[in-house]
C-alpha cells in the first residue's frame, strides 16, 4: 500500500510537469508559427536577407515545437513487456531530431542565402517601416515565449533548491531547455535582423543585411549543437549526475549491515526516471532473512532520496559466515 501510494504521488508530480512543459511548448508553437508567416511576408516585401533567415528560423522553430509535442505523448506511455523500462528515452530522441531540423531548415538556409546575396546581389531593401514593424511584433511573441519558459525553469530551479543556471545545464528535461535556448537565440535573431536593416537604412550599403543573416545562421548552429549533443547524452546510456551518484552511495553506506558499495551503476531512462544498479559487500555477520530486508529498505530509500529514481537492482551479497557453516 506504501508502495502504491509512493509511485501514485510520483506519478502525478512527473504530470504535472509534464502539464507545464505541454503548455509552455503550446506558447512557443503559436508564437512561432504566427511570427513565422509575417517575417517571410515582410521579407518576400522588403527583400531583406535577414527578415528571410529569420522566417526560416521561425519555421525551423515551429517545425521543433512539433517534435517536442509528439516526444511528450510518446515518452509518457506506460512500460510494455518490449520496453519494460518505459518510453522516456523518446522525449531525448525527438529533441535530437529537432535539433536536426533547427541545423537543417534554420542554420544552412541562413548562411546559405545570406552568402549568396553577398556574392550575387547588388541593390537595397526598401519598406523598412514594414521591417522594423514585423519585427517588433515577432521579438513581442518571442518574448513572450521565452518568459513562459524562463519561469517554469526558474521555478523548477527554486524548488531543485540550484542556481538557475547550473539546473538548465543539468536538467534532464529536454522540452523546457529546447524553448528556452530557441527562444533566446530567435529574440538575438530579431535584434540582429534589425541591426542589418537599420545599418542598411543609415549606410545605403546592401552588405549588412545579408551578413546579419549569416550571423543569425551561426547563432542557430552553435544552439543546434549544443542541443544535439546534450540529446545524445541521454540517448546513449548517460549515468546519473555526479551529486547524484554520490547520495546514492552514501545513502546506502549509511546502513550498519553495508561494509562498502563496491560498484555503483546508473542510467537516465527518462527526463525524470533513473535506474540505479550496485553492488554491495554486507557485513559476515548477518543472515538471509536480514539480507532480504536490508535490501527492501535501501530500495525505498534511495526513491525517497532521490525522486528520480524509479529502477533499482542491488546485488546483495549475503554474510560469508552462513555459507561456510
Not at 503559436?30 to 511570427?35: H, S
Request: aromatic fraction near 8%; glycine fraction near 8%.
Amino acid at each position: 500500500m506504501e508502495r502504491a501510494s509512493r509511485v501514485s504521488r510520483r506519478s502525478l508530480e512527473r504530470t504535472r510537469r509534464s502539464g507545464e512543459s505541454r503548455k509552455t511548448v503550446y506558447v512557443a508553437l503559436a508564437a512561432n508559427g504566427a511570427i513565422a508567416v509575417a517575417k517571410a511576408l515582410g521579407g518576400l516585401m522588403t527583400g531583406s536577407a535577414g527578415m528571410l533567415a529569420e522566417a526560416a528560423h521561425s519555421i525551423a522553430d515551429t517545425t521543433n515545437q512539433g517534435f517536442l509535442l509528439i516526444s511528450i505523448e510518446l515518452g509518457e506511455r506506460e512500460p510494455s513487456p518490449e520496453r519494460p523500462f518505459g518510453h522516456g528515452q523518446e522525449r531525448f530522441l525527438w529533441t535530437f531530431m529537432a535539433a536536426v531540423g533547427m541545423f537543417l531548415a534554420g542554420a544552412i538556409f541562413a548562411i546559405g542565402f545570406g552568402t549568396f546575396e553577398l556574392l550575387e546581389r547588388e541593390g537595397e531593401t526598401s519598406g523598412f517601416e514594414v521591417a522594423y514593424a514585423v519585427l517588433a511584433v515577432a521579438f513581442l511573441a518571442e518574448g513572450t515565449s521565452w518568459v513562459r519558459a524562463y519561469r517554469q525553469t526558474r521555478r523548477e530551479a527554486r524548488d531543485a533548491e540550484k542556481p538557475l543556471f547550473k539546473y538548465i545545464v543539468g536538467s534532464r528535461d529536454p522540452n523546457v531547455k529546447m524553448v528556452l535556448f530557441e527562444d533566446t537565440a530567435a529574440l538575438t535573431g530579431v535584434a540582429l535582423a534589425a541591426l542589418g536593416i537599420a545599418m542598411n537604412e543609415v549606410t545605403g550599403s546592401f552588405f549588412y543585411d545579408p551578413i546579419a543573416s549569416v550571423l543569425i545562421g551561426l547563432v542557430l548552429v552553435s544552439v543546434a549543437l549544443w542541443m544535439g549533443r546534450d540529446a545524445t547524452h541521454m540517448l546513449v546510456g548517460w549515468a546519473a549526475r555526479p551529486e547524484e551518484r554520490e547520495r546514492i552511495e552514501q545513502t546506502i553506506e549509511e546502513y550498519d549491515e553495508v561494509d562498502q558499495v563496491e560498484e555503483l551503476l546508473t542510467m537516465v531512462l527518462g527526463p525524470n526516471a533513473l535506474l540505479v544498479a550496485a553492488r554491495v559487500d554486507l557485513r559476515d555477520d548477518i543472515d538471509a532473512d536480514r539480507v532480504e530486508r536490508v535490501s527492501t529498505e535501501i530500495d525505498r530509500k534511495l526513491r525517497e532520496v532521490i525522486p528520480d529514481v524509479t529502477e533499482v537492482f542491488l546485488d546483495a551479497t549475503p554474510g560469508r559466515a552462513e555459507g561456510t557453516g
